[in-house]
């Protein structure tokens, strides 16, 4: 394999606060040289002038549905899914069939993915055997096995029990886990489809109130101050909540959050009539919601940006709005959409954007090179993606690498294209338009 010279970039590198032009070259696998005008003899070369090189980035939330559901979803196009979107190391929950909650299978699905070379896979094993919400699972066993699993979540659930949610949190503070909470009360939630208020009257179905998330959030808070443990919520959707978070970072309670692509970009009025591209839990919120979400990932309230990707059976999503299943496909909208949808409209820069999609949810999983992180400087492994800022594309799932087409941003006018994506210094992803 010759080196690989990516030339004039603009390289944009999170973890090491870098923003400059410069050439990369990459020689077996790692970086190894990065610096202006580098000689290109020999080199296979990428003209990169106008595009920014970024560190790949590490989704903290997929569906990648196996075991149990490959009509979904395979680990194999889930994972060459993150590699289109730019991601090069991805976050699986563990709500399958079965669910992921024990040592055995957890290590059988991350040996496979670790065998196809495509994105680098980590598994969140379930909080609570069989994701029942009654025992705790093995966790420790879990973190002590070959996929070293460091994060737990009953996700698609929130632990309903306090007590065994308590546990869980001491549990896990004994060996550095982190629970990432999935905050739902489902006897608020139960039977709704989209936010309550004016949209479901207007639309006739039942609402999730905002509280249904709230009260998970203001219980979980409250569990991980007391427990010391590192609290993850997921798929933050109300500005209470957000400020809920705020308020705990201020009193040093060690919790982090994400938000999805769809909820910073789209509100409910949004629902254009029974669209199930649309139905995905939580719902999309009012306007209001949106603006604090989106200042909460301006200011570090929010750590990370996670897609929630959720992939169904095309049959499934087919079904009359309140019959079909929640969740919406993610990493191969997320950056054209955010690109355009944020920075362009300069709502949050660039620098922001890319360091939610890298080194905030590095912290939030505490990943630390060699694993994941170490930037791009010279002997980092080369994981990275470049992206052409200057491209403006309509968004077509169906030609997605997931099975999934269940997007919301289907037909929408976007900007930026992730250009390349280099895994271990292989370019195993490349748009067959893009320059080079
Ligand atoms: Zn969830």
């Known amino acids: 394999m010759p080196d690989l010279l990516i030339a004039a970039a603009r390289v944009v590198d999170p973890f090491n606060g870098i923003d400059e032009i410069a ?12 610096g202006r005008g580098l000689s290109r003899d020999g080199k296979e070369v990428i003209e990169a002038s106008g595009m920014v090189l970024s560190p790949g980035f590490l989704e903290l939330h997929a569906h990648l549905r196996e075991p149990g559901d490959e009509d979904a979803e395979t680990l194999e196009t889930g994972l060459a899914s993150a590699l289109r979107g730019g991601y ?5 929950m563990p709500n399958t069939r079965p669910p992921l909650d024990n040592p055995a299978v957890i290590s059988g699905l991350w040996a496979r993915a670790r065998d196809m070379g495509l994105a680098d896979l980590y598994v969140i ?5 069989g994701r029942e919400g009654r025992e705790l699972s093995d966790m420790a066993m879990m973190n002590a096995c070959e996929a070293r699993v460091r994060a737990f979540s009953d996700d698609g659930a929130a632990v309903e029990d306090a007590g065994v949610m308590r546990l869980a949190l001491q549990y896990a503070a ?6 990432i909470s999935h905050p739902e009360d489902t006897r608020l939630s139960r039977g709704g489809q989209v936010n309550e208020g004016a949209v479901s009257t207007a639309l006739g179905l039942r609402g999730i109130p905002a509280l249904a998330e709230e009260v998970v959030v203001a219980r979980d808070i409250l569990l991980a101050e007391e427990t010391g443990c590192r609290l993850h919520l997921a798929h933050l959707s109300t500005a209470r909540s957000v400020n809920m978070v705020r308020d705990a970072k201020a009193r040093g309670v060690r919790v982090t959050a994400e938000v999805t ?3 910073l970009v789209l509100n409910e009025s949004d629902i254009p009539g029974y669209d199930t591209s649309y139905k995905m839990n939580p719902p999309l919120r009012t306007p209001e919601d949106v603006a604090a979400l989106r200042e909460g990932l301006r200011d570090g309230t929010i750590d990370a ?8 059976r095309c049959e499934d999503k087919e079904k009359e709005f309140d019959h079909a299943p929640f969740g919406v496909v993610g990493m191969e909208s997320a950056f054209p959409v955010l690109f355009r949808e ?3 409209s300069d709502e949050i820069p660039l620098e922001r954007l890319l360091g939610a999609l890298t080194r905030g949810p590095a912290e939030v999983m505490d990943l630390r090179p060699p694993e994941y992180g170490a930037g791009i400087v010279v002997g980092a492994r080369a994981d990275m993606v470049l992206l052409n800022l200057e491209e403006e594309w309509i968004m077509d799932a169906s030609r997605f690498v997931s099975k999934g087409r269940n997007c919301p941003f289907h037909g929408r006018s976007v900007k930026g294209r992730v250009a390349y994506t280099v895994k271990n210094g292989r370019v195993v992803y490349a748009h067959e338009d893009g320059r080079g």
């Open 23 to 34: 050439d990369v070259l990459i020689s077996r696998g790692r970086i190894a040289k990065v």
């Open 88 to 92: 090069t190391a991805v976050c699986c």
């Open 125 to 129: 094993g379930c909080v609570t055997r």
């Open 174 to 179: 004994a060996f550095g886990g982190l629970i």
């Open 261 to 263: 692509p769809h909820h």
């Open 305 to 312: 940006i996670a897609t929630d990707h959720a992939p169904h």
């Open 342 to 344: 944020l920075v362009e």
